[in-house]
């Protein structure tokens, strides 16, 4: 199971918000740089990386941030956030994303999001499941819809999709657990998805039992950022 750490970004710092609220920010360091530098020195080979300001604003906003990283450290780095055109797809690769996470281009414009699928490949996309209450959310978890978090991604597993990021919203950034059951639930459903869960991770039991579920990866943020887990701990584990 890969750990993942996560910056969000908002103004070109590293920032975490409750359960998605913009009103909630929690500025933890105004230089991104340095902490994927620590990421790298803790032996970490991935990052999650968040355009909160491109998610808001539906275009990517932060892509120096990317940049710097991509080209000043060797991290793997996935980029979600403002993701709507082919365009944008295409700058955010030219930034040094290694892959990136497409979430409300898919509800938004689904033809659009199947051709760059086609285009770039199943290891290059990531499709992006943000669920509240089960069904899912899109557009900075601003408008929640009626589709259902497990045909959704049963849908779209079928039309060649290998990863999916799933964030139960609920759980976000309140350090109080992890939606595994739910994780089990689509596993069970669709088998051979590459999950990747986030959201509510606060310890390192946290991981343990999202191990043993079977999803492919985690991502971590606030949990790092408040000593809830070690980077360390992470590296071991990942």
Known sequence: MRIIPA?????????????????????????????AKSFVEAGIKYLHLVDLDGAKQKKPVNLSVLEKIATQTNLQIDFGGGIYTKDAV????????????????VLKNPALFEEILGAYGSEKIILGADTKNRKIAIGAWEETTEIDILDFLSKYYHKGVK??????????????????????EIL??????????????????????????GVEAVIVGKAIYEGKITLKEIANLG
Do not use: H
Request: charged fraction near 25%; include cysteine.
């Open 188 to 213: 069970k459903k669709v088998p051979d998805l590459q999950l990747i869960a986030s959201g509510g991770v606060s310890s390192l039991e946290d991981l343990k039992i999202l191990q043993k579920v």
């Open 90 to 105: 295409r700058e955010v690769f030219e930034a040094g994303a290694s892959q990136i996470t497409a979430g409300s281009m």
């Open 7 to 35: 910056i969000d970004l908002i103004e070109g710092k590293c920032v975490r918000l409750q359960q998605g609220d913009y009103t909630q920010k929690k500025i933890y360091n105004e230089n991104p740089l340095e902490v």
């Open 163 to 184: 990863y999916a990021v799933c964030t139960d919203i609920s759980k976000d950034g309140l350090l109080a657990g992890t939606a595994w059951e739910l994780y089990q």
